[in-house]
Nanobody, 121 residues
Framework: QVQVVESGGGSAQAGGSLRLSCSFSGNSFPITFICWFRQIPGKQRELVAGGNSDGSIVYSDSAKGRFTFSRDNAKNTASLQMNSLKSEDTAVYYC???????????????WGRGTQVTVSS
């Protein structure tokens, strides 16, 4: 039932900035964890940043110091401010919304379709 939509992708030059947004709706439970993944062609999808409902935030080594994650629970949105972009940031970025975990620990989560980010040198 949860719909997840990413936006804000596009093209940027190295050193520039982009802001990605994730909007979601249809959730019947409070959102536990929201995170951004990215997939570079030929590589596995990797976690970029995410935030738990308790306010804790995690970043990948690549994102730390350059990207800033935020979430607005009242508006059902999450954002990823990306500064100092590098060509290696080029990827499809996906928003993942974790509604809850089952008793066995498996996630009940939902994915957006992704938004393309292209950074030129």
């Amino acid at each position: 039932q949860v719909q997840v939509v990413e936006s804000g992708g596009g093209s940027a030059q190295a050193g520039g900035s982009l802001r990605l947004s994730c909007s979601f709706s249809g959730n019947s439970f409070p959102i536990t964890f929201i995170c951004w993944f990215r997939q570079i062609p030929g590589k596995q999808r990797e976690l970029v940043a995410g935030g738990n409902s308790d306010g804790s935030i995690v970043y990948s080594d690549s994102a730390k110091g350059r990207f800033t994650f935020s979430r607005d629970n009242a508006k059902n949105t999450a954002s990823l401010q990306m500064n100092s972009l590098k060509s290696e940031d080029t990827a499809v970025y996906y928003c993942n919304v974790l509604v809850r975990r089952r008793a066995d620990g498996t996630p009940v989560d939902y994915w957006g379709r992704g938004t393309q980010v292209t950074v030129s040198s």
